[in-house]
């Protein structure tokens, strides 16, 4: 059976959909990323497209290239090289290697602990003639510094499937202190090796109620510094578990809610994933956790980690998800950073199935209570009669127009030849006729040179729009309506 979402509303908005196949005897075959997507490319006036399988976590070929027509044949010899191939990707030491080297690492005296930063890996002496020619730290690696590998290690920021954002403090201390007044005592973080390390770390000052926390990442780095029982090297697009079933079954212990400790799933992924496969990885976990638990018809507790216009497609994906006010702050983004002069707008936002009335937004930074919406909101998001909501979705105060029935961007007229609201100066009349992407009426979207697509071999390779830096553009325009969302920074 293929729960494949209806033709017209690919995920990517390119006219490529994921097919997820749940129950099939077919076995995507495997690239270094583990267990490869299977994709439909719609072709014109074609009822079923052509399907082609490709990596689930790249979606930028330079970062993975596997690609294979459904119904191709592969030639042994071709199987063999992508056995190698994928050997050859695994990282250098297993996790219970990494986990000695470390025990050792902490033994030597500080004088001898060292850091390669261009292999990002902490050295033992015996590491040192082959990392000779490197940039090495060795300054004061100190057990403090150890518990901040998110401050140590470098973030992955120029490799465009696993861009890492991380936390500024403000966001992660909200977030943990959210998840703690909830009740919960145990966090699944994934992808999320900031919030994971606040944890750890609080609870070494003793000073609140000890918290679990468990950290499922894809970057491998990270098994340097956590133990298996706190760490999988895992991929959130296939629901893939690096390293084979006893990682897996870690992870399963620890959805286990023993003495009443409740447990809640915090991600935040690559802005430029795909939500349909991240979805079904999360509906999963959220299965594996009911399977878990006494009360069968519950799902687990989420926050999903997302910019704001991807709300109707996580939604459709999630119905029990509210998308929350609350802006999400990261260190090391230009765009999504608190600016010097004032606060700059984070497109950032909480998804979650938690009771939305529950999660305290701080007073401080503006977010008031809407009796009548039963949320707390920002501060711009003024509640609208007519549309009986707090209309907002970017935090400036949204006005309502006649006309179209609804509330819009403050930046935004009516235009009566478009016959609905839109910027002063958008290609007027155009209507849909021209380009969504750029604006060009020479072409249409699916045409336009300045976008990424995810490619069959053989086509010209986008730009590769998939990094956080490029989430402030949707992927997708699925409608009219959901146009109307694209973000604009007027
Ligand atoms: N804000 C978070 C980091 C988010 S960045 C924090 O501060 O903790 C996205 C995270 O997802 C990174 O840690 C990255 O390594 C991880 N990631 C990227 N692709 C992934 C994949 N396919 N599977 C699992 N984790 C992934
Ligand atoms: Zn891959
Ligand atoms: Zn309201
Ligand atoms: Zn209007
Ligand atoms: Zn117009």
């Given at each position: 059976m293929h729960a494949k979402a209806t033709s017209n509303d690919s995920d990517?908005?390119?006219?490529?959909?994921?097919?997820?196949?749940?129950?099939?005897?077919?076995?995507?075959?495997?690239?270094?990323?583990?267990?490869?997507?299977?994709?439909?490319?719609?072709?014109?006036?074609?009822?079923?497209?052509?399907?082609?399988?490709?990596?689930?976590?790249?979606?930028?070929?330079?970062?993975?290239?596997?690609?294979?027509?459904?119904d191709e044949k592969v030639s042994e010899a071709r199987l063999k090289a992508r056995e190698e191939e994928n050997r050859s990707k695994k990282p250098p030491f297993s996790h219970s290697e990494y986990i000695s080297r470390f025990r050792e690492f902490v033994s030597l005296p500080l004088d001898q602990?060292?850091?390669?930063?261009?292999?990002?890996?902490?050295?033992?002496?015996?590491?040192?003639?082959?990392?000779?020619?490197?940039?090495?730290?060795?300054?004061?690696?100190?057990?403090?510094?150890?518990?901040?590998?998110?401050?140590?290690?470098c973030p992955l920021e120029n490799k465009k499937s696993n861009a890492q954002y991380l936390f500024a403090d403000r966001s992660c201390h909200f977030l943990l202190d959210m998840l703690s007044t909830l009740g919960f005592r145990k966090v699944l973080c994934v992808g999320t090796p900031r919030l994971h390390e606040l944890i750890k770390l609080r609870n070494t000052e003793g000073t609140s109620e000890a918290m679990k926390s468990m950290l499922l990442d894809i970057d491998f780095r990270y098994s340097q510094f956590y133990g298996q029982d706190e760490f999988c090297h895992y991929n959130m697009f296939n629901h893939h578990f690096f390293g084979g079933?006893?990682?897996?079954?870690?992870?399963?212990?620890?959805?286990?809610?023993e003495e009443g400790s409740k447990v809640v799933m915090v991600t935040d992924p690559p802005f430029g994933g795909l939500v349909k496969p991240l979805a079904h990885s999360f509906r999963q976990i959220s299965d594996t956790w009911r399977e878990l638990q006494a009360n069968s018809q519950a799902e687990m507790p989420m926050v999903w980690i997302?910019?704001?216009?991807?709300?109707?497609?996580?939604?459709?994906?999630?119905?029990?998800?509210?998308?929350?006010?609350?802006?999400?702050?990261?260190?090391?983004?230009?765009?999504?950073?608190?600016?010097?002069?004032?606060?700059?707008?984070?497109?950032?936002?909480?998804?979650t199935n938690l009771p939305a009335r529950d999660i305290v937004l701080p007073k401080e930074e503006g977010y008031r209570f809407c009796a009548l919406c039963e949320r707390y909101v920002s501060s711009g998001n003024k509640h609208c009669s007519k549309c009986n909501v707090c209309p907002s979705k970017d935090g400036r105060e949204w006005r309502?127009?006649?006309?179209?029935?609804?509330?819009?961007?403050?930046?935004?007229?009516?235009?009566?030849?478009?016959?609905?609201?839109?910027?002063?100066?958008?290609?007027?009349?155009?209507?849909?006729?021209?380009?969504?992407?750029?604006?060009?009426?020479?072409?249409?979207?699916?045409?336009?040179?300045?976008?990424?697509?995810?490619?069959?071999?053989?086509?010209?390779?986008?730009?590769?729009?998939?990094?956080?830096?490029?989430?402030?553009?949707?992927?997708?325009?699925r409608s009219r309506k959901a146009h109307r969302k694209k973000p604009s920074v007027t």
């Open positions: 990517d908005g390119y006219g490529i959909d994921v097919v997820l196949q749940q129950g099939s005897d077919k076995i995507a075959p495997s690239c270094p990323h583990g267990p490869t997507l299977l994709f439909e490319k719609a072709n014109k006036g074609e009822e079923n497209g052509r399907r082609f399988y490709a990596c689930s976590a790249c979606r930028d070929r330079k970062d993975c290239n596997f690609f294979q027509w459904e602990r060292r850091f390669c930063v261009d292999c990002q890996v902490l050295l033992l002496p015996r590491d040192w003639d082959e990392h000779s020619s490197h940039l090495t730290l060795s300054d004061d690696i100190t057990v403090a510094r150890l518990r901040r590998p998110s401050l140590l290690l079933n006893e990682p897996a079954g870690v992870f399963r212990d620890f959805l286990r809610e997302f910019p704001y216009f991807f709300e109707p497609r996580i939604v459709e994906c999630f119905s029990s998800f509210t998308m929350l006010d609350y802006q999400v702050d990261y260190d090391n983004h230009a765009l999504y950073k608190h600016g010097k002069t004032g606060r700059k707008q984070s497109p950032v936002r909480l998804f309502h127009c006649a006309d179209c029935g609804k509330c819009v961007k403050p930046s935004w007229q009516h235009c009566t030849t478009c016959g609905r609201c839109a910027l002063p100066d958008h290609p007027c009349g155009r209507g849909q006729t021209g380009c969504f992407n750029c604006g060009s009426p020479r072409h249409k979207h699916r045409a336009c040179p300045g976008k990424l697509r995810l490619q069959p071999k053989g086509k010209a390779k986008g730009p590769g729009q998939t990094t956080r830096a490029a989430a402030g553009r949707p992927a997708k325009k």
